[in-house]
């Protein structure tokens, strides 16, 4: 359908926004995607596909369904999709003979859950509005949606998934998150045997709450330990304050839970989003990489408490101060520990040439740069990932914390 034929209207766009939404309130999840084909043709849009992120988060793979444009999986790396993907903005890529081939970024809030491709034969200012928000629309359908199907799994998994990866995946918060103070970012491996690693955040107010777990074991056992760590955690952060709250709460249900004989090593932090001022609690965890310009310049060392379920004493908390656009990397033991070709195990000097080396590459944010050091990391040691292993990243950025003067 060429420009002319199509109103382009902000009354028209409001008018299909709704009927989208309207429509989408009553339909079962496997429609939304068809839905939402049949929508564009009202812009002239063709050939749309709506892409979601493979467990692994190396490909954007499609949604099947009828009206939709079924393609091959993109890479994440190195294709239009992918860009979009990563860096959370519009690509368009001009076509042959004509037209222009459009990949929007699916935000969820500040997470990018995946990208709707479409083909207009030309693209204006009204058009790339109007898309804008209809891919902001569709990424929440999406995400309402998903607790009512499998479908959406199902077209992510490319590989099958244990029980235990299943448990850590469904425990998860989203992946990312991205505000003009702070930025977060998470990265499970290996992503359809992932067991007894985890992660959690929140932002309260002016306080982020951040968490990086490894449960003893494997397999099923290690997976009921670090969802009992996080549901113990996400209840006492909800009804506490204090750090050292928090760890006893934590301690005292695996220790009942699961016996004196099984432990969880765990990070806990608050980060004052305005401040920078970061409090930390180390029990049997490595300690995290200060990362300040693309370099490694320290750990942050503190002293370390027992390992949650050992009963420990109340924890000592270590206070550092952040600059504006430091990052904190946190990671899990099966980073270091795997074992390399030499027979020796990969360890943290490897780790911080890994982040030093890519430091010297430009960024592409935070989400982009995590996902590029763990497969970094990944290929450094041949492919092999025996442990569960977990980068956690967090970048702080400063600023009001108000969001009434964000809007300003």
Not at 377 to 390: F, N, V
Request: some cysteine; glycine content about 8%; charged content about 25%.
């Amino acid at each position: 359908m060429g420009e002319e034929s199509v109103d382009r209207s902000e009354g028209f766009g409001e008018r299909l926004l709704g009927l989208l939404l309207d429509r989408a309130r009553l339909l079962p999840p496997q429609l939304i995607a068809p839905l939402v084909a049949e929508e564009v043709t009202r812009i002239g849009g063709r050939d749309v596909s709506i892409l979601l992120q493979d467990y692994a988060q190396e490909l954007l793979v499609p949604l099947p369904g009828k009206k939709l444009h079924v393609s091959q999986p993109e890479p994440i790396i190195d294709s239009p999709a992918g860009r979009a993907f990563l860096r959370g903005g519009v690509v368009e890529v001009p076509q042959v003979p004509s037209g222009v081939r459009m990949f929007l970024p699916l935000l969820d809030g500040s997470d990018t859950v995946g990208v709707m491709a479409l083909t207009l034969d030309a693209v204006g200012d009204d058009d790339r509005r109007l898309l804008s928000r209809l891919s902001g629309l569709v990424a929440d359908m999406l995400v309402t949606k998903n607790a009512y199907t499998d479908q959406f799994f199902r077209a992510r998994c490319r590989k099958p998934m244990s029980v235990s990866a299943e448990i850590q995946w469904s425990l998860l918060p989203p992946m990312s998150m991205s505000l003009p103070q702070v930025e977060v970012a998470g990265i499970l491996e290996p992503a359809y045997r992932i067991a007894g690693d985890s992660f959690d955040y929140a932002l309260n107010d002016n306080i982020l709450h951040a968490a990086v777990i490894d449960a003893m074991g494997h397999g099923l056992d290690a997976a009921t330990m670090a969802t009992v760590a996080i549901g113990a955690y996400r209840h006492a952060r909800r009804d506490f304050v204090s750090l050292a709250e928090k760890y006893a709460f934590m301690d005292d249900a695996i220790s009942q839970q699961f016996g004196p004989d099984h432990f969880v090593t765990a990070q806990l932090m608050h980060v004052n989003i305005t401040t920078g001022e970061m409090a930390l609690v180390n029990a049997g965890h490595p300690a995290p990489l200060l990362i300040r310009d693309g370099r490694v310049v320290k750990q942050l060392e503190s002293a370390t408490t027992l390992p949650v379920g050992f009963g420990g004493k109340e924890p000592r908390i270590r206070e550092h101060t952040l600059q504006q656009g430091d990052r904190v990397l946190c990671y899990t033991d099966g980073i270091i520990e795997e074992h390399v070709n030499d027979g020796e195990q990969f360890g943290e000097e490897r780790l911080i040439r890994c982040v030093n080396r890519l430091g010297e590459e430009p960024s592409h944010g935070l989400r982009a740069d995590l996902r590029r050091l763990s497969h970094t990391l990944k290929r450094e040691r041949s492919g092999r990932t025996s442990d569960d292993a977990t980068l956690f990243m967090i970048e702080w950025r400063g600023g009001d914390a108000d969001p009434l003067a964000v809007l300003d």
